[in-house]
Each structure stands twice: as C-alpha cells, then as structure tokens.
C-alpha cells in the first residue's frame, strides 16, 4: 500500500516561513495529483494548491503569491514553501495525493496524516 508522510509544521509569528515536506512511500506506479489541503477548527478542508506530474500549479486565492508549491518526482516528494505566513493560515495541513499503484489498477487517492502549522498574531 501507498503511504504519505507530511513533516515540517510548526509554530512561527506573523510573517515568517515554513516548507513542509510530503514524501509517498509504497507501491508507486504513477502520480497523477499531489496537492496540500488545510484544514482550521470549525472550517471545512480546503485546497492550498496542487502540483501535477508535469508540474503544473494550482493555488487557493488566500495564498497566491505567499505559498510555492512543488515537486520531485524522482523521490516522489512534494513540498511546500509558505511565506509571509498569517494568523489564518493556521490549519492542520494534509498531503493528498492521487496515485496509479500498479499498471492494471485505477488511480486512488490517498492521504497523509497532517501536520500541524500555527502562526502566531
């Protein structure tokens, strides 16, 4: 089976930055998707931004110009820069990614366990 494992969260004030890290593990044949989603207490989970496996980029309006998302397929890595961190950033943070295990099945999505990103005011 796939696994994803999130690390670089933390605790940082108001302007500063922090780079997760997602790396997928397990039967691989293909990424389609990776992308990080967020999610605050009381709000729903929302797309930060995706990178596909031709590095195209998509990105939540609240953090275009902040955040930098990218990816090394050759690990099978996914990062995250965020800069000119806000209060309303603040959000557990998901890697999610969509994975072909092997050539004879279906891509599926799988999810990492979150890490945690606060950033003080």
């Known amino acids: 089976q796939v696994e994803l494992v999130e690390s670089g969260g933390g605790l940082v004030q108001t302007g500063g930055s922090l780079r997760l890290s997602c790396a997928a593990s397990?039967?691989?044949?293909?990424?389609?998707?990776m992308d990080w989603y967020r999610q605050a207490p009381g709000n729903e989970r929302e797309l930060v931004a995706r990178?596909?496996?031709?590095?195209?980029?998509v990105y939540a309006d609240s953090v275009k110009g902040r955040f930098t998302i990218s990816r090394e397929n050759a690990k099978n890595a996914m990062y995250l820069q965020m800069n000119s961190l806000k209060p309303e950033d603040t959000a557990v943070y998901y890697c999610?990614?969509?994975?072909?295990?092997?050539?004879?099945?279906?891509?599926?999505?799988?999810w990492g366990q979150g890490t945690q990103v606060t950033v003080s005011s």
């Open positions: 999610h990614a969509e994975i072909q295990p092997t050539r004879d099945k279906w891509r599926y999505s799988y």
């Open positions: 397990g039967s691989i044949f293909s990424i389609v998707v």
């Open positions: 990178v596909t496996a031709g590095a195209g980029t």
